[in-house]
Structure formats: structure tokens, C-alpha cells
């Protein structure tokens, strides 16, 4: 099994910055890909943005490219959200989950979830 935990989230004004951060552990090497979905109240979770391990191959969402940049650390078994530019509508629930295979983007591939952790954007 694969445990993720995510740290990072709150309370940010419009046009501010955070940094999300997500912590892998246990059997690591089932995952291939991993990314970063966000729900919002009353909406489908929904994906922001993915990355290998090497975070050779990086895919964002349209509604984040340029603002949001995905990285990882493989040695320490991290990855990163870097949130910037943020704007009300990005407020939701984020979170990190991995997938066996590369280069995945769909909902229903990713096997393992974290908890989240709540990102708050105000205007």
C-alpha cells in the first residue's frame, strides 16, 4: 500500500501564492504517476496537474497552466504544488494521489488518495 499525506493548504488572498506539499510512503515504487485533483462544494473532483517521478513529463489543467507548476522529489519521495497567481475559483479541497501508470489524467486511475487539505482563496 501507498500512504499520501498533504500539508500546505489556507487561507490566501486573491493573487497570492502557496505551496502544497505531499508526502509518499510505503511500498512507493507501485506508482508511476502522481498528481493533484481539487474538489470544490457542489463540484466533481477534478484534476489539476500530474508529474513522473523524475518530473520529466508534467500535464497541467487548462485553468491552471502558467499559474501552477507540479514538481517532485524522488529521493525524498515529495511532491509539489506551487500555487500562484490564485484566484477564488481555485478554492477547494486539494488532493494528492498516485497512479501505477504514466501519464495518467483521469479520475479513475489514480489507486491511492490523501486526505487533503483545504485551499481558501478569498477576493
Known amino acids: 500500500q501507498v500512504q499520501l499525506v498533504e500539508s500546505g493548504g489556507g487561507l490566501v488572498q486573491a493573487g497570492g501564492s502557496l505551496r502544497l506539499s505531499c508526502a509518499a510512503s510505503?511500498?512507493?515504487?507501485?506508482?508511476?504517476?502522481m498528481g493533484w485533483f481539487r474538489q470544490a462544494p457542489g463540484k466533481e473532483r477534478e484534476f489539476v496537474a500530474s508529474?513522473?517521478?523524475?518530473?520529466?513529463?508534467?500535464y497541467y489543467a487548462d485553468s491552471v497552466k502558467g499559474r501552477f507548476t507540479i514538481s517532485s522529489d524522488n529521493a525524498k519521495n515529495m511532491v509539489y504544488l506551487q500555487m500562484n497567481s490564485l484566484k477564488p475559483e481555485d478554492t477547494a479541497v486539494y488532493y494528492c494521489?498516485?497512479?501505477?501508470?504514466?501519464?495518467?489524467?483521469?479520475?479513475?486511475?489514480?489507486?491511492?488518495w490523501g486526505q487533503g487539505t483545504q485551499v481558501t482563496v478569498s477576493s
Open positions: 494521489a498516485a497512479a501505477g501508470r504514466l501519464g495518467v489524467r483521469r479520475r479513475e486511475n489514480y489507486n491511492y
Open positions: 510505503g511500498r512507493t515504487v507501485l506508482t508511476r504517476t
Open positions: 508529474t513522473n517521478w523524475s518530473s520529466s513529463s508534467t
